[in-house]
C-alpha cells in the first residue's frame, strides 16, 4: 500500500511540473521564415502566433498566391517548431513516455 500512495505522491509532483513547464512554454517564442525571409512568423509554445511579419518586396498585388503559400509556409513551420520546442522540455520531465495532453 505504501508503493501505490508513493507512486500517486510521485504522479502528483509530475502533473504539477508538467503544468509549470507548460506555462513556461506559453512564455517562449521561435521564429519561423520563408521566403529568404521574406515572411517571418513568431510563435509560442502554447501554439499560438504571436507575429507575422512581411518584407516589403514580398507584397505584390498581382500575385497574391505567392504571398499566400509563402504565408502558410511559415506558418506551418512556427508551429512544427513550438511543437518540438514543447515536446522537447516535456520528455525532459517524463524521459520520453509519452502522456496524452501534453
Known amino acids: ?13 509530475l502533473q504539477k511540473k508538467m503544468l509549470q ?7 517562449k517564442t521561435i521564429e519561423a521564415s520563408s521566403g529568404g525571409g521574406m515572411v ?8 499560438k502566433i504571436e507575429s507575422i511579419v512581411f ?4 507584397v505584390n498585388p498581382d500575385d497574391i ?8 509556409a ?13 515536446s522537447s522540455e516535456m520528455g525532459k520531465l517524463t524521459g520520453g513516455l ?4 501534453f
Open 1 to 13: 500500500m505504501n508503493n501505490m500512495h508513493a507512486m500517486m505522491k510521485q504522479a502528483q509532483k
Open 21 to 27: 513547464t507548460q506555462q513556461e512554454m506559453a512564455t
Open 40 to 47: 517571418k512568423v513568431v510563435a509560442n509554445g502554447a501554439q
Open 55 to 58: 518584407e516589403k518586396e514580398v
Open 65 to 72: 498566391e505567392m504571398l499566400q503559400d509563402l504565408v502558410l
Open 74 to 86: 511559415a506558418v506551418n513551420d512556427a508551429l512544427a517548431k513550438s511543437q518540438e520546442m514543447v
Open 98 to 101: 509519452n502522456i496524452p495532453g
